[in-house]
């Protein structure tokens, strides 16, 4: 269940207006503020679009400016923007032992921080009067991926005076002496008003790595993805002769990326397809597809052939989406999901569609303990493809909760009032 951890609600958050709606900005006038989120808000895995629409969302609804909006930290600008070869450099990486992958990425990290990211984030941080830093997994080393990208980050909100806080930010374990180094100087700065992320488990690594060093302690606040459901308000469901389960295909790269017991790619095969000739056995037919991401639309080409040759165009399709909102009409599509990936289950669970989450990640559990689903929490090596179709054909009969769902949703709005005080005040 969710930890308590007090804070302003969101009718506290509101109060926080001036007269008309208008908060006293950094420049002194009364003017709405206008914020700037850091985030990876471009990503091509598009549950990273989702949380950072939802928070802008969020974040006007309270009184911020409506030119409020996400600077990506890979100076991407669009969704569909995806660097050239990705999946075939997060091959290579996977197969080198962490020192070398480090060494190897140093020169062209300094070298896109310096031609790319300083100048995209200086610009993007015109006319802003504060900025908030998430959410997403941000607080990880990743080969000092997001240690250096946050540093610049912050040295540029530091360089024009806009107060600065962290929020709904996943924290992950395996850092380098040199991304704590990094990161623990930069949360050091001035500018940085509080901390906030997404569940208790980063809560804790925050306080046992950070907080002696920043100052600063961590508040728990729920996932922005959580409000998918009033920011994209699903579509009336037309009548399907068979009940859908939705089937996320995620890449075993992708998952050994960050996970030390990531399934071979060969258990992964067989046990996605196991699971797709079940659920079609049951009576569901099955809807597969990613979230974006290149290597898991890799992924999922390659084991095309094999879940079409399971069954029929009725039994079993392929779709695909442009952006959040499609992804989201896409879940809230169905009747049971299965997947990896974090802000699928997120999406699932705001629109009421019970999900099996599958393990890979720290944060998946974490996100599913704060929603007391952790009994539909399995990992691909323990559980059979039969044991999943089993768990899902009951979790389509059960469904959500509906009181704890609205709670849950309602929550998530309620806390970004927290950040809006943290950088504000009260007005």
Not at 138 to 165: H, M, R, V
Request: net charge negative; proline share 5%; hydrophobic share 45%.
């Amino acid at each position: 269940m969710r930890q308590e951890n007090g804070g302003e609600s969101q009718e506290d958050g509101g109060a926080l207006l001036g007269a008309g709606g208008a908060e006293l900005s950094r420049s002194g006038s009364t003017a709405a503020p206008d914020i700037r989120c850091f985030n990876v808000k471009f990503s091509p895995n598009l549950g990273d679009g989702l949380l950072s629409e939802c928070l802008e969302s969020a974040l006007i609804d309270l009184g911020a400016s409506p030119a409020t909006h996400s600077i990506d930290l890979a100076a991407r600008k669009a969704y569909g923007e995806e660097m050239a070869g990705r999946a075939a450099v997060m091959a290579v990486l996977d197969a080198l032992p962490k020192p070398a992958r480090g060494a190897l990425i140093r020169a062209p990290l300094a070298y896109k921080a310096a031609k790319s990211w300083r100048p995209h984030y200086k610009t993007g941080l015109r006319g802003a009067d504060a900025v908030v830093i998430g959410g997403g997994n941000l607080i990880s080393d990743l080969d000092l991926n997001f240690p250096t990208k946050l540093t610049l980050a912050i040295e540029e909100a530091e360089a024009i005076g806009a107060p600065i806080a962290l929020y709904a930010c996943g924290m992950a374990t395996g850092w380098s002496k040199t991304g704590l180094r990094m990161c623990r100087k930069i949360f050091s700065s001035p500018m940085l008003k509080a901390v906030f992320v997404r569940d208790a488990d980063s809560a804790a690594l925050w306080e046992e790595l950070m907080a002696p060093h920043t100052g600063h302690s961590a508040q728990v606040v729920r996932d922005p993805g959580l409000m998918a459901c009033e920011l994209y308000p699903a579509a009336p469901r037309a009548p399907q002769p068979r009940p859908v389960a939705g089937l996320g295909i995620m890449s075993h790269i992708a998952i050994r990326y960050h996970a030390d017991n990531a399934p071979d790619s060969s258990h992964l095969d067989q046990w996605y397809v196991g699971v797709a000739k079940g659920l079609i056995e049951k009576g569901f037919q099955v809807r597969a597809f990613t979230n974006g991401s290149p290597e898991d639309k890799q992924y999922a080409e390659q084991l095309k052939p094999a879940l079409e040759a399971i069954g029929s165009a009725e039994d079993i399709t392929f779709i695909t989406q442009r952006d959040p909102e499609g992804l989201c009409a896409n879940i809230a599509d169905f009747d049971v999901m299965i997947a990896y990936r974090m802000h699928a289950v997120i999406a699932a669970y705001s629109y009421g569609v019970p999900a099996i989450a599958l393990a890979w990640d720290r944060k998946l559990q974490s996100f599913m303990r704060s929603v007391d689903r952790e009994a539909w929490f399995r990992d691909v090596a323990r559980t059979t493809a039969a044991e999943c179709v089993d768990l899902a054909a009951e979790a389509a009969k059960q469904r959500l909760p509906e009181a704890a769902r609205a709670r849950v949703v309602a929550e998530a709005r309620a806390d970004v009032a927290k950040v809006w005080s943290s950088l504000f005040g009260e007005g």
